[in-house]
């Protein structure tokens, strides 16, 4: 079924199409990878769909509901969410703080309770449920900003769990994450719901080989290939947008 639609979604930056005419279904238990050379447009298509710029067409449609000009925080309320690929965490405060925040956000109670989370033994339990399955345990009451930058991009993680969306956005999940510890970002996706629709950005095709079900290929704007992993890579467009930029074949298996 689907739960996530994105219908001929155009934008300009300066007269260069960074979304040509984009559309995409992401149906409910979906394991997605959208893979596509640098400049391809790939954080853009998030960020349009996130409300973070705003297409100069198109629509997206989110559980049915058309939330195209809906602000980023509704959609989030309506179960999008996404991670950055630069992660936007606050430095002083701590795993946590961050987690906990997130569950008092999905219940709608985030402000006002805040303080007060450590008297709410459901949050408590939950806070360290997620924080144990990203393996953040020990570092829970550390400041983000005396964190790794790999342990970072797992509370990003970590965050988006707690706020249970419908449908999860994941830009470039394991940039920066050192490669010991990308078994654990594996690990936590493979918590996550089975009914949850996840598309992921990703670099690393042996990643996106284990993860996904589906690969879709963005390049220049325009989606080139949209079908199973197994033949992602036999796809002439696909070898062609990947040569075409990086001059060799290194990043496409
Ligand atoms: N806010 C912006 N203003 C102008 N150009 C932008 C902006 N954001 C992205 N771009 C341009 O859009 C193109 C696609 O960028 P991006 O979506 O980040 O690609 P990807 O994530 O696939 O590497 C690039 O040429 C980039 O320079
Ligand atoms: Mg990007």
Known sequence: MSVFDVRNLRKSFGGLAVADDVSLVLNKGDR?????????????????????DRPDAGSVFLDGHDITTASPSSR??????????????FSEMTPEEHVALGILQRMGKAGRMFADYRRMPEVVAETADILGLLNLTHLALVPVSAIAYGQQRLLEIALAMALRPKVLLLDEPAAGVPSSDIALIENALAQLPPDLAVLMIEHDMDFVFRFARRVIVLAAGTIIFDGTPSEVSKDARVREAYLGSYGDDRSIA
């Open 32 to 52: 997605t990878a959208l893979i596509g050379p640098n400049g391809a447009g790939k954080t853009t298509l998030v960020n349009l769909v996130t409300g973070l």
């Open 76 to 89: 989030v309320k309506h179960g999008l969410v996404r991670s950055f690929q630069v992660t936007r965490l």
